[in-house]
């Protein structure tokens, strides 16, 4: 895999290659848990996950969400 770079909630981050959102996610620990996406400024539903490639140069907005009262 050819190494990239990515824009994650404003810091760079280099990632070994281009991967699915879904396997961002998981190398953040964050599979399962309820969080916002946006990529490149369009927001990714959870179901598109799998097939939603993450590549060099995106920008992505990872919000968690947290209940409260």
């Not at 990515?6 to 981050?13: E, H, V």
């Not at 959102?21 to 539903?45: C, H, R």
């Amino acid at each position: 895999m050819t190494p990239i770079s990515i824009l994650l909630n404003g810091s760079l981050r280099p990632l070994p290659g281009p991967l699915s959102l879904a396997a961002l996610l998981e190398s953040l620990g964050l599979t399962g848990k309820p969080v916002v996406v946006e990529l490149n400024q369009s927001v990714v539903f959870p179901r598109d996950y799998p097939l939603t490639l993450v590549s060099d140069g995106a920008r992505l907005e990872v919000v968690t969400l947290a209940a409260g009262g």
